[in-house]
């Protein structure tokens, strides 16, 4: 699929990996809406890029709050062709705490929610208005993409309940991609490693040398340029689907 033309909603595109998304959209002549609930940094990013990206105060958990953002952003551009889900939040949490004290079950049922039923919550309603786009000269009417992480496969100590909840991103890709085929759309999902983030930001510059240490080649963290170029390549190649993307420098977690 082009991106030039095309509609993208962007997840988390306020910052981080879906804001450099929401950048190579913009780039390379694509439109998009921002759904996100940082409110001043959407609003801010969306002015910076012009008329081509608008943002939508958007809670991904909530029906009402995602179908909104969905028809304005068909109000706004006429079509959604892509999805991209980077909305997620990765608190770390031991199962059971030093004193004791098991994890609150709401604590996991707010990662899950996010990052798994969030991401199905943008993709059912984006696929609604994929389905009913011109297809293109391959068939093709729209791109899923979705956000996983290393943590899928080598969770660390203390992220039971955010491993789960990527786990379950990836579990999602194969039988979306299976669905969506008669529709001509297709579905995959980038699993990243350790990318320079607001919340990698935040860490002591001592704490982030070491991250990037860690990183077999290249030796450092990831860019979120580098995440939005493999997005972009995922929406041009038409034979990549139902595929989980490592994007990690060859990155395997230890257990802590």
Same mark, same amino acid.
């Given at each position: ?20 998304m929401v950048r190579e959209m ?7 809406? @921002? !759904? ?33 953002? @969905? ?13 991209v889900n980077c909305a997620g ?84 890709? !194969? /039988? ?8 001509? @759309? ?11 983030? /607001? ?22 963290m990831g860019k979120p340029s580098?995440?939005?170029? !493999? ?8 034979? @990549? ?5 490592? !994007? ?9």
């Open positions: 699929m082009e991106i030039r033309n095309s509609v993208a909603v962007i997840t988390g595109g306020a910052s981080g990996l879906g804001e450099a913009a780039a390379k002549g694509g439109m998009a809406a @921002i !759904l996100d609930l940082d409110v001043e940094k959407g609003e801010k990013l969306s002015r910076e890029l012009g008329g081509a990206i608008i943002f939508c105060k958007t809670d991904v958990t909530a029906e009402t709050s995602v179908q909104k953002s @969905i028809d304005n952003t068909v109000k706004a551009f006429g079509a959604i062709h892509i999805a939040i990765g608190t770390p949490k031991k199962v059971i705490d030093k004193e004791g004290n098991p994890m609150p079950i709401d604590f996991f049922t707010q990662l899950i929610q996010i990052n798994l039923v969030g991401t199905m919550n943008v993709i059912r309603l984006s696929a609604i208005q994929m389905v009913r786009n011109t297809p293109n000269y391959d068939g093709e009417k729209g791109v899923v993409i979705n956000v996983a992480s290393v943590a899928a496969f080598e969770g660390q100590i203390g992220q039971a309940a955010y491993s789960a909840s990527k786990a379950g991103v990836v579990g999602l890709t !194969l /039988p979306l991609a299976r669905e969506f085929a008669d529709n001509g @759309i297709r579905c995959n999902t980038i699993a990243p490693g350790i990318f320079r983030t /607001p919340l990698v930001d935040g860490l002591p510059e001592k704490a982030q040398d070491a991250l990037g240490k860690m990183m077999p080649f290249p030796k450092r580098e995440f939005a170029m !493999l997005a972009r390549q995922i929406i041009e190649n038409p034979m @990549i689907n139902g595929e989980t993307i490592r !994007l990690d420098a060859a990155l395997r977690m230890p257990a802590k």
